[in-house]
């Protein structure tokens, strides 16, 4: 079983930047496509963005396009998201999961708050 | 592409909820199914429409045909009261998709 912790979220004024990382604690981590998904508070999951196993295949929602960066370090086993531009309504919960098209193990979240 | 669920099931204990998840053909597509239950992040409790993880118990069952695909939780126990998502790879536009999710709760 891949085990997952997120980090790096906290209080930002809108238009401000956070960089969440996700740690796996898998030796084969660089064979797996990993996912960021997030959850407003009371709200549903809503799917953030993916990366490809090697890095090369990189995937946004609309809604963070041009305003998230996935990346990922094979050689750390983590996966980070760069989260810029925030706006009030990105505040959220945010998950890290591995794989793409389904997602079969996930972080226990770290919380993004953005309020000026 | 658009996955549509009911906002809520009620179903007693040792009863079978079933929880449906629409969309436009969706038999053309693989659906998974998660489970949150309050305060905790999502489990993966059915992959490629009919699949269980390891350590899910075979109470949860999954279907898919037409424009719906259904998770069925037989045997329902006061444990299964959560939150459920569909999902679906949309190769199109390689975006993950969830359904609005359905509250399951156990009378």
């Known amino acids: 079983e891949v085990r997952l912790l997120e980090s790096g979220g906290g209080v930002v004024k809108p238009g401000g930047s956070l960089r969440l990382s996700c740690a796996a604690s898998t030796l084969s981590f660089s064979d797996y496509a990993m996912s960021w998904v997030r959850q407003a508070p009371g709200k549903g999951l809503e799917w953030v963005a993916a990366?490809?196993?090697?890095?090369?295949?990189?995937y946004y929602a609309n809604s963070v396009k041009g305003r998230f960066t996935i990346s990922r370090d094979n050689s750390k086993n983590t996966v980070y998201l760069q989260v810029s531009g925030l706006r009030v309504e990105d505040t959220a919960v945010y998950y890290c999961?591995?794989?793409?098209?389904?997602?079969?193990?996930w972080g226990q979240g770290t919380p993004v708050t953005v309020s000026s | 592409y658009v996955l549509t669920q009911p906002p809520s099931v009620s179903v007693a204990p040792g009863q079978t909820a079933k929880i449906t998840c629409g969309g436009h053909?969706?038999?053309?597509?693989?659906v998974h199914w998660y489970q949150q239950r309050p305060g905790q992040a999502p489990v993966l409790v059915v992959y490629d429409d009919t699949n269980r993880p390891s350590g899910i118990p075979e109470r949860f069952s999954g279907s898919n045909s037409g424009n719906t695909a259904t998770l069925t939780v037989s045997r329902v126990q006061s444990g299964d009261e959560a939150d459920y998502y569909c999902?679906?790879?949309?190769?199109?536009?390689?975006?993950?998709?969830f359904g609005g999710g359905t509250k399951l709760t156990v009378l």
């Open positions: 999902q679906v790879w949309d190769n199109n536009i390689d975006h993950v998709i």
């Open positions: 053909n969706i038999e053309t597509k693989s």
């Open positions: 999961a591995k794989d793409q098209e389904y997602l079969d193990s």
């Open positions: 990366i490809s196993a090697g890095g090369e295949g990189i």
